[in-house]
């Protein structure tokens, strides 16, 4: 059963490894939209725009979400933005997360309340989460870590965290079993300070 699947940073016995993310695409409304959400309030470079190669009459455009990893949207001007919560089902994507720099998280909120956006705030065990939602109604989630893990550590730190909550007979990973990893891979991490949140179960108002 897949609940058995062990969990491991170790790369799988598998014909394929991928080396990363290169980007997402999402079907978007219009340009002007899209880039007011995520260039304008969220700080996304548009680094690439053309043609949608495979339908000329869409423009393709491109974001850097801060990492040089890259989000897409295939946008056309008579499409309009529709809010409302986008279906969920089978092989749809249920959101799309994205990280901000821990002394920046309260400031992010307060850009989101200016712009009037609804979000909810959460304390996820190991990480801050907000949710919010785009101009078309798609998920977005914006995170930042409790502690200052290494990126090219993340991996090995996550299933460390994992072995040490499943031990500890811990239904979710919280905060002292990643300090917990932390202390035995022999990484220095502080917790940051972070706003008071309820942890449990929801998203977007």
């Not at 699947?5 to 080396?19: E, F, G, K």
């Not at 978007?28 to 949608?52: C, H, K, W």
């Not at 990280?99 to 956006?117: I, N």
């Not at 190991?126 to 798609?138: K, P, Q």
């Amino acid at each position: 059963m897949s609940d058995d699947a062990p969990v491991s940073d170790d790369l799988p016995d598998s014909p394929i490894h991928t080396t990363g993310t290169d980007h997402i695409t999402i079907w978007g409304s219009n340009a002007e939209d899209t880039i007011e959400f995520y260039r304008d309030l969220l700080g996304m470079p548009l680094v690439l725009r053309q043609p949608n190669l495979d339908d000329p009459s869409q423009t393709h455009l491109f974001f850097d979400t801060g990492d040089g990893r890259i989000l897409t949207f295939f946008v056309s001007d008579d499409r309009q933005s529709d809010a409302r919560p986008q279906r969920s089902g089978v092989g749809a994507v249920h959101h799309i997360a994205l990280r901000v720099a821990p002394d920046r998280f309260q400031e992010m909120m307060e850009a989101l309340d200016e712009a009037g956006k609804g979000y909810n705030v959460f304390d996820r065990g190991i990480f801050h989460s907000v949710y919010t939602r785009d101009n078309n109604g798609l998920v977005v989630e914006i995170t930042t870590d409790k502690f200052d893990v290494p990126d090219d550590r993340r991996a090995e730190v996550l299933a460390t965290t994992q072995r040490i909550r499943e031990e500890a007979g811990a239904d979710y990973a919280g905060e002292e079993h990643m300090a917990e990893a932390l202390e035995e891979l022999g990484l220095e991490a502080e917790a940051h300070d972070l706003p008071d949140a309820e942890s449990g179960v929801g998203g977007v108002e």
